[in-house]
């Protein structure tokens, strides 16, 4: 069902737009990010929902409304859940708004990564495997991929620049420098920093800035140790969902004619 | 104290998905030195079975049944073993690793056996097995370079590797000065051997090939992932004398037999052809993909499939010797060993890792078991 469903259309669609692009060098790099354009704009109807709902919730949080409320019923958590929960019937809010859509998108995220990793088979049992996934009208020439992006990455492997100039002795970036790896650390941190509410709660605050900090080092982390196309990947999705969360916060700040900072 | 709000329950929510998509993402990965990339290598000479299979290259004496050394005497998580080992007449079993380092096993130095020398040269992981012509040892390297090293300082003899234009994943055939090798950059090149010369190419074939080519008479024959056996005149210089169209992609290359070609696809057909045109004689349905080379013996031809099961047919009507019964209970991706009248299997995701199958009766035993 997972791979009929999600896996095999997905493996076959990036295969589809590499064999677009020449099914050369550079073709599955611009396949990686033109496929993961796709599936930002496929997911958008849940993503701007998800986003949105967090921007609401915010906007509540920080309200002088909620916060006299919380003042007011500070030492009764029962009677200050149940404010709250009539705060949100007024204002027509249904506080699991931005969890279904986080749910939906959850299977089609980690499919996309599947098809990724699966499509770069750069070990005999990688290609045997993918082998099995990919549809008759897929001409079988197109395999091996060409991994080669940027004239000094191979998509299979993990990522290093180059840098005659510094000593192969030196931890980490003796090797080369992982660019992709550190861009993926700061896009990620700005991504979350753009779509995570801030919140006024001790603990919510302490929660999102462990999130804002660690998360991106995580994830830099796997683009650092693993096959560069998926440093690519991580890259490509934090820029477009920083530009939609910029896009969303200045729709929403225009709506509320608030000047934009 | 004030209560959760939404959003710091949404965001324990979100921070759950991460960390599970974080375990997901990373279990998929295949950076650890220690995740299966490719299956068994098995090889044989007089004495012994030789076994590369991730952190261990192993050795059994093929009359005892018991194990002779394996190397590293510990497993690390820096070296793996995939490519079938290359025993050589001076004694040295050559070795290459999945960590890119070719390794010259000297069993001569005791329990603990150590590598007489290595080579590190060589940026692509060792796939395909090492090929011991005379006193020239042949790498072939994922990273689309064929070395040929000195058999006993493995120091380069070429002044340059032979390069290809894609990684090299299965062993070279020689013949006499002439070097056969297959590419998935979907071409067979042949090189003279002392000089690491190109001789000829062929026309690109229009799918990679995995497996070591065949030599039958004046022809060169290969399986590719283009669904097809295509094969090469060595005499015009690699010019494709017949190519024959199969189900599913040929992972494995024919096993040859009086003037016929024996293989099977990844669709779970097995094939015999004329190899004078290229024309069928017989096929037969199996119960899953075929991957690898065929083995022969006495007009039977020896068939395992990826669900576990070898078959003996007749090699003149496809009909059925024997179905090995009850299937090995394992993934079969390795090439059949012959080792005089019994029939070596290597099996994945089975705590018996070599299999000796008698190849009249199909009785079976198991040569090396892991613990479970």
Redesign the interface.
């Known amino acids: 069902m997972w791979n009929t469903l999600i896996l095999d259309p997905m493996i076959n669609a990036l295969l589809w737009i590499y064999q677009l692009f020449g099914a050369g060098p550079n073709s599955f790099g611009f396949a990686i990010i033109i496929f993961t354009a796709l599936i930002r704009v496929i997911t958008l109807p849940l993503t701007y929902r998800q986003t949105k709902s ?1 921007m609401v ?2 906007e509540i ?1 920080q309200s002088k409304k909620w916060q006299k409320i ?1 003042e007011k019923y ?1 030492d009764n ?1 029962q009677k ?2 149940e404010e ?1 929960m009539k705060l949100y019937q007024e204002l027509g809010i249904n ?2 708004g ?2 279904l859509p ?2 939906i998108q ?1 299977p089609i ?2 499919g996309l ?2 098809a990724i ?1 699966r499509t770069m088979a ?7 495997d993918l ?2 996934h990919i549809y008759s009208i897929i001409p ?2 197109l ?2 991929l060409n991994n080669q992006f940027l004239g000094y990455m191979n998509l299979g492997q ?1 990522e290093r620049l180059p840098l005659p100039f510094i000593p192969s002795d030196i931890p980490i970036i003796g090797e080369g420098l992982p660019v992709l790896a550190i861009l993926v650390v700061i896009t990620s941190y700005l991504q979350t920093k753009l779509t ?2 801030p ?1 006024t ?4 605050a302490a ?2 800035q462990m ?1 804002s900090l660690y ?1 991106p080092l ?1 994830i830099g982390y ?1 683009a650092y ?3 560069s196309g ?1 440093a690519l990947y991580f890259v490509a999705s934090n820029l477009l969902g920083i530009i939609q969360g910029f896009v969303m916060r200045r729709m929403r700040q225009t709506a509320a004619g608030q000047p934009t900072k | 104290m004030s209560t959760l709000p939404h959003p710091t329950r949404r965001s324990i929510l979100l921070l759950g998905l991460i960390l599970i998509s974080s375990v997901l993402l990373a279990g998929c990965g295949s950076g650890g030195a220690l995740t299966a990339a490719s299956w068994p290598g098995l090889s044989i000479d007089d004495t012994n079975a030789y076994l590369a299979y991730g952190p261990t290259v192993y050795a059994i004496d093929l009359t005892t049944n018991r194990e002779s050394w394996h190397y590293p005497p510990e497993p690390n998580r820096t070296a793996s073993f995939f490519a079938s080992p290359a025993p050589s007449e001076g004694g040295l079993v050559i070795v290459g690793g999945y960590d890119n380092i070719v390794y010259a096993l000297d069993p001569s130095t005791g329990g603990d056996v150590r590598s007489a020398w290595i080579f590190e040269d060589a940026s692509g992981n060792i796939i395909g097995g090492t090929v011991v012509a005379e006193d020239i040892v042949l790498v072939p390297s994922a990273d689309s370079n064929l070395y040929a090293l000195d058999l006993s300082t493995g120091d380069p003899v070429w002044t340059q590797p032979f390069n290809t234009d894609e990684a090299l994943w299965s062993a070279p055939l020689v013949d006499g000065n002439v070097i056969y090798l297959a590419s998935l950059d979907h071409r067979v090149y042949a090189i003279d051997l002392p000089t690491g010369r190109e001789l000829w190419k062929t026309e690109p074939l229009n799918g990679a090939i995995a497996d070591t080519p065949t030599l039958a008479g004046d022809l060169i024959l290969v399986g590719t992932f283009n669904s097809q056996i295509v094969a090469v005149d060595t005499e015009r210089r690699g010019e494709i004398a017949w190519a024959f169209d199969t189900s599913g992609w040929v992972w494995g290359s024919p096993a040859v037999a009086d003037d016929l070609a024996f293989f099977g696809d990844y669709m779970g057909l097995a094939y015999a052809v004329d190899i004078t045109n290229g024309q069928e004689v017989w096929r037969v349905t199996v119960d899953g993909p075929v991957t690898t080379t065929p083995a022969h013996r006495d007009g039977v031809i020896f068939f395992v499939t990826e669900a576990g099961t070898v078959y003996a047919f007749e090699t003149d009507s496809g009909k059925p010797f024997w179905t090995s019964n009850p299937i090995l209970n394992g993934r079969l991706l390795s090439d059949p060993v012959l080792s005089g009248d019994t029939l070596l299997v290597a099996t994945m995701d089975n705590p018996c890792v070599i299999s000796a199958i008698e190849t009249e009766t199909s009785a079976t035993r198991c040569l090396l078991q892991f613990e479970e």
């Open positions: 967090s919730m915010a949080q919380q500070k958590k200050l859940q709250q506080p699991l931005g969890c986080l749910l959850f995220i980690i990564y599947q990793i750069a070990a005999p049992l990688q290609l045997l082998s099995s079988s020439s395999i091996p993990p995570t509410p919140s709660d001790g603990q919510g929660m999102g999130m998360m995580f796997l140790s693993f096959a998926l």
